[in-house]
């Protein structure tokens, strides 16, 4: 870190403070009193309330920002960490947060990074479920099974996915197509639909729209609030 600063400070390497701010999304969860809320650091650029915003494959428009004492500011400078309100739906920790022009960009760049997101999912239309899972594996039919995992925060899915890799045997292979802090909403059925997946949420809850979709979709829907739980149905389910 001092050789980095002492090269900074001797070719005057600086952030430009005038741009649209750029950040990484350190942390996020859903706050019951405040939405989704963001943690993140300011790389370049200054982050400022009322600027339209993009993360990752959500949207919104700056609330407010907090800074380390959760005293509300106006704005955030480069190298400045601070929380930010005002997004739709939980971001996950690695997204780049970008401020943008105006909502119209906003809402262009999430619907492509979703549908791009919705292809990736492959091209199996069909629906798991746990329970027919080991019929499959029995057939021979089944070589993996995907989930989309959402929890309640970011820090959660680390030791879940570390988990869940533990339980791949030789015949199925576990594939997380997605995992995200907040609740599980349609966008997470949709895809879950249009890859043969297995939704999962742990310490989460599902929205009333997403529920009605997993009735349409027939998608399966699992909800959990011990982890052993979780890892001993997917566990039961690979080993019949």
Request: avoid cysteine.
């Given at each position: ?26 942390e ?27 993360a ?43 401020a ?136 039961k389910?690979?080993?019949?």
């Amino acid at each position: 870190m001092e050789v980095i600063l002492l090269v900074a400070d001797l070719q005057e390497l600086r952030a430009n403070p005038k741009r649209r701010a750029v950040g990484t999304v350190i942390e996020a969860q859903l706050d019951k009193g405040r939405g989704p809320v963001a943690t993140v650091v300011v790389q370049t650029g200054t982050l400022r309330v009322g600027d339209p915003i993009v993360a990752g494959a959500t949207m919104g428009k700056v609330k407010a920002l907090e800074n380390a004492a959760g005293k509300r500011v106006p704005k955030a400078a480069p190298a400045s960490a601070v929380v930010v309100l005002g997004l739709s739906d939980v971001p996950e920790a690695g997204d780049i947060l970008r401020a943008v022009s105006d909502e119209k960009e906003a809402r262009t760049i999430v619907e492509a990074r979703r549908a791009a997101a919705t292809a990736r999912g492959g091209e199996q239309t069909g629906r798991a479920t746990l329970e027919d899972l080991y019929r499959q594996i029995q057939a021979g039919q089944a070589k993996e099974l995907r989930i989309i995992l959402k929890a309640d925060v970011s820090g959660s899915l680390g030791a879940i996915t570390h988990a869940l890799d533990q339980l791949a045997t030789d015949e199925v292979k576990l594939n997380v197509l997605h995992e995200g802090a907040g609740e599980i909403t349609d966008n997470d059925i949709l895809l879950a639909s249009a890859s043969n997946a297995i939704v999962v949420g742990f310490n989460t809850k599902i929205t009333d729209t997403a529920r009605r979709a997993a009735e349409t979709e027939k998608v399966d829907v699992r909800m959990y609030d011990i982890i052993y739980q979780l890892t001993d149905d997917i566990e039961k389910a690979l080993s019949g």
